[in-house]
């Protein structure tokens, strides 16, 4: 158990270490960067996907916190720590890196604004890492329900 919690910590770290780096380019540097499809800029999202919830305010980041403390221990009750630590440090490790920023910049510090062919949701690493995790989580089960059933 001691190798799937070292790979969960490290992957958490990692996650959040890498995604606080690239946002301080934008909050401290005033990155900006325009291009055809995608522009890096500095946003601040108030709410949760697609600013949903931001009615929520400053409750939101309690919310958030409370959410985050039961899947780890969810996952770890469940033993799911021990097959999927690596998909769910990078979930936790985006969360955490996001609620961080709730906390310190009063909202989520995104950069990436997708703007081709339509307007879609601006987004930073940590969100990328948390859909990255929920993917691997479904890919690894669809493969083991396939495994099963031969």
Same mark, same amino acid.
């Given at each position: ?11 958490? !770290? $990692?996650? +959040? %270490?890498?995604?606080?780096?690239? #946002?301080?380019l934008f909050v401290d540097g *005033?990155?900006?960067?325009? &291009? ?35 899947? !780890? $221990?969810? +996952? %770890?009750?469940?033993?799911?720590? #021990? ?5 769910? *440090?990078?979930?936790?490790? &985006? ?38 995790? +929920? ?16």
């Open positions: 158990m001691v190798r799937y919690i070292t790979i969960f910590l490290l992957v958490t !770290i $990692g996650t +959040v %270490i890498i995604d606080q780096n690239i #946002k301080m *005033g990155y900006y960067l325009q &291009g055809s499809c995608i522009d890096l800029e500095l946003h601040y999202n108030k709410g949760v996907a697609f600013s949903m919830f931001a009615f929520l305010g400053d409750n939101l980041k309690w919310i958030q916190l409370a959410l985050i403390f039961g899947i !780890i $221990g969810f +996952v %770890i009750y469940e033993g799911y720590l #021990k097959k999927y630590a690596f998909a769910i *440090g990078l979930i936790i490790g &985006g969360a955490i890196s996001n609620l961080y920023d709730r906390f310190v910049h009063e909202g989520v510090v995104d950069y990436v604004a997708w703007h081709c062919g339509f307007d879609f949701a601006v987004f930073n690493y940590a969100d990328v890492m948390i859909d990255l995790g +929920v993917a691997i989580i479904l890919l690894m089960s669809f493969l083991d329900s396939r495994k099963k059933s031969n």
